[in-house]
T-cell receptor
Framework: EDQVTQSPEALRLQEGESSSLNCSYTVSGLRGLFWYRQDPGKGPEFLFTLYSAGEEKEKERLKATLTKKESFLHITAPKPEDSATYLCAVQGSKDSGGGADGLTFGKGTHLIIQP | NAGVMQNPRHLVRRRGQEARLRCSPMKGHSHVYWYRQLPEEGLKFMVYLQKENIIDESGMPKERFSAEFPKEGPSILRIQQVVRGDSAAYFC???????????FGPGTRLTVL
């Protein structure tokens, strides 16, 4: 069974204070690792997909990296508008006895950026 | 190009009633996924459908829950005889054929009294 654990559960930073969010995963045959942002009362908003260890992707102040066991979401010089819950999810390979066609999500990291 | 649409956005039902949640995928998307988000829990996969077919329902509770995606019209998630434990946010996501990335709708928040 695919599993995703995110840490920390909550993180409070000052504006401009860089940090990283962790996503540890267990999956039978990784088809993709996904990062989403979710604002209160809204659906998840897609950020990145990573497919293989060593891959990195960037978007504005965010950078996602991937190893064989975990992914990091690095936030550089964050602004208050970056405050949200960040979700990590994996999709395993059904051919290797993995999970369902849908994504397996972690519980998220609730990020607050104080001005 | 409108995003994934869900309605209603909020739904209140009494125990024992039926709840019907609707999802219209993005234009050109033929794959629909339903997820449930319980308070303080992560999103949980429920079911994956293509037009007129259920592809994977491994996350769906065995009783009271059903889903369909007809040839015409939105996908429907139906919950019969709702109980308080069904109170949650239900999200629909759509995807173009063959791509794992999913675009999520705004969700339907179901409250069972």
């Amino acid at each position: 069974e695919d599993q995703v654990t995110q840490s920390p559960e909550a993180l409070r930073l000052q504006e401009g204070e860089s940090s990283s969010l962790n996503c540890s995963y267990t999956v039978s045959g990784l088809r993709g690792l996904f990062w989403y942002r979710q604002d209160p009362g809204k659906g998840p908003e897609f950020l990145f997909t990573l497919y293989s260890a060593g891959e990195e992707k960037e978007k504005e102040r965010l950078k996602a990296t991937l190893t064989k066991k975990e992914s990091f979401l690095h936030i550089t010089a964050p602004k208050p508008e970056d405050s949200a819950t960040y979700l990590c999810a994996v999709q395993g390979s059904k051919d290797s006895g993995g999970g369902a066609d849908g994504l397996t999500f972690g519980k998220g990291t609730h990020l607050i950026i104080q001005p | 190009n409108a995003g994934v649409m869900q309605n209603p956005r909020h739904l209140v039902r009494r125990r024992g009633q039926e709840a019907r949640l609707r999802c219209s995928p993005m234009k050109g998307h033929s794959h629909v996924y339903w997820y449930r988000q319980l308070p303080e829990e992560g999103l949980k996969f429920m079911v994956y459908l293509q037009k007129e077919n259920i592809i994977d329902e491994s996350g769906m509770p065995k009783e009271r829950f059903s889903a369909e995606f007809p040839k015409e019209g939105p996908s429907i998630l139906r919950i019969q005889q709702v109980v308080r434990g069904d109170s949650a946010a239900y999200f629909c996501a759509s995807s173009p054929s063959g791509q794992p990335k999913e675009f999520f709708g705004p969700g339907t928040r179901l409250t069972v009294l």
